[in-house]
């Protein structure tokens, strides 16, 4: 990398000819495009070659190492952030002085932050994380009003939402002129909103989800509904995902799936819970249009979910809590749940391409069983549909969330 020398300083910024003089720079600078690779490839040369990690087949980010006695630490990076966790006592710290010695380390002993997201350790099998301050912050920026001043909510949006999104989609179509103060300030707080979704708060997953495909055509009910999310956040900014041990099959992972069925495209909902809380959720739109009715939207959104559940079984399986028996995918359609069963050919199902059909063959191959739910007692509703009754989805976010 060349650059030229920057203002200031006592260096010569020309030669004695008067020729401009251009740095060859020995490493990256901080925050240009290779320096993150560049950073990456030593801490893995150091940690896999130096310190004989196993860097995980499964996330590039996780190294983990089992030592003899059958003790082991792990180890989640991100960038130049780290979060260890170990029972390996005097072994594990004898890998940080050894790190220690190649990068220099700031080590906090349980920290109550990471990445922006609040983290609170209730007991060594209760844990608590959230995105309070970063919620609170995001409040601070965006608010149009004292929170005060807002109804109280019990839930992020309802079926208004979903009015809202109906009329942007026609303004989209009819290529209506959109207020330009909108678009401005809608993409950035949906922008700063969907960063609390994957962090802790699975509950503003599907209203986060709608908002963001109207992001460069919105309109001023869209937006209402978009503070009204905020203001929701910044009245239970306290929640969170909160894991514990001593939960009943605590170690076992276990899935929901749900769609709902749209003339354009189709939502996908799922969540994957561990340890009481979900470690995994998702509210997107399908990539195809579901042309037999809801069926068909049912399996591609299990699928989906089978796809979830396979890489969370491989990674668990690193991290030494190997899932013994075949994952439970709960779903609350029968007839998807007898496409997902049998390897037949259907008239209502040839059309639909293999990829959406790959909980058929992971049900096979035993590493997933689907089962039945009532939609009443299926979760993964809130994540698409925003006209679910305040005590439905609020039954919902408790068993998601574990609060």
Request: proline share 4%; glycine share 4%; with cysteine.
């Amino acid at each position: 990398m060349y650059a030229r020398p920057p203002p200031g300083g006592s260096w010569s910024r020309r030669d004695e000819r008067g020729v401009p003089i251009v740095w060859r720079l020995d490493r990256p600078l901080y925050g240009s495009s290779d320096a993150a690779r560049i950073w990456y490839k030593t801490l893995d040369h150091q940690l896999v070659m130096n310190q004989q990690f196993t860097r995980s087949e499964y996330d590039p980010c996780y190294y983990y190492k089992v030592f003899k006695d059958g003790t082991r630490i792990d180890m989640a990076l991100y960038v130049d952030d780290s979060w260890v966790v170990d029972n390996a006592g005097a072994l594990a710290d004898a890998e940080l002085e050894n790190l220690s010695k190649a990068f220099k380390l700031t080590v906090q002993e349980n920290p109550k932050s990471f990445l922006g997201m609040n983290v609170i350790s209730h007991s060594r099998k209760r844990t608590t994380i959230s995105s309070h301050a970063y919620i609170l912050k995001l409040a601070s920026t965006y608010m149009l009003k004292p929170a005060a001043e807002y109804p109280r909510f019990s839930i992020p949006a309802d079926r208004t939402l979903h009015q809202s999104y109906d009329t942007a989609i026609k303004q989209k179509a009819l290529d209506s002129a959109i207020d330009d103060s909108l678009k401005k300030i809608f993409p950035s707080l949906v922008g700063a909103l969907m960063y609390v979704v994957p962090s802790a708060r699975p509950d503003v997953a599907h209203a986060v989800n709608l908002m963001a495909r109207v992001l460069h055509y919105p309109t001023s009910a869209v937006l209402a509904c978009a503070h009204r999310v905020l203001a929701y956040l910044q009245q239970h900014a306290e929640l969170g995902v909160t894991f514990d041990g001593d939960t009943p099959s605590a170690a076992v992972l276990h899935a929901y799936s749900d769609s709902d069925w749209g003339i354009e495209a189709s939502t996908s909902g799922s969540v994957v819970k561990l340890a009481g809380a979900a470690v995994a959720w998702a509210s997107r739109r399908q990539h195809i249009i579901a042309i037999c009715r809801l069926q068909e939207a049912e399996i591609i959104a299990a699928s989906e979910t089978a796809l979830e559940i396979v890489y969370l079984r491989q990674l668990l399986a690193e991290m030494g809590c190997r899932q013994e028996e075949p994952t439970i995918l709960y779903v609350d359609n029968k007839g998807a749940i007898e496409l997902s069963r049998d390897l037949k050919s259907c008239n209502r199902s040839r059309h639909v391409e293999r990829r959406y059909l790959k909980v058929r063959e992971l049900v096979a191959a035993g590493d997933i069983e689907v089962k039945y739910v009532p939609t009443k007692d299926n979760p993964a509703d809130i994540f698409t549909k925003s006209t679910l009754s305040s005590v439905d989805a609020t039954k919902h976010m408790k068993f998601i969330m574990n609060y």
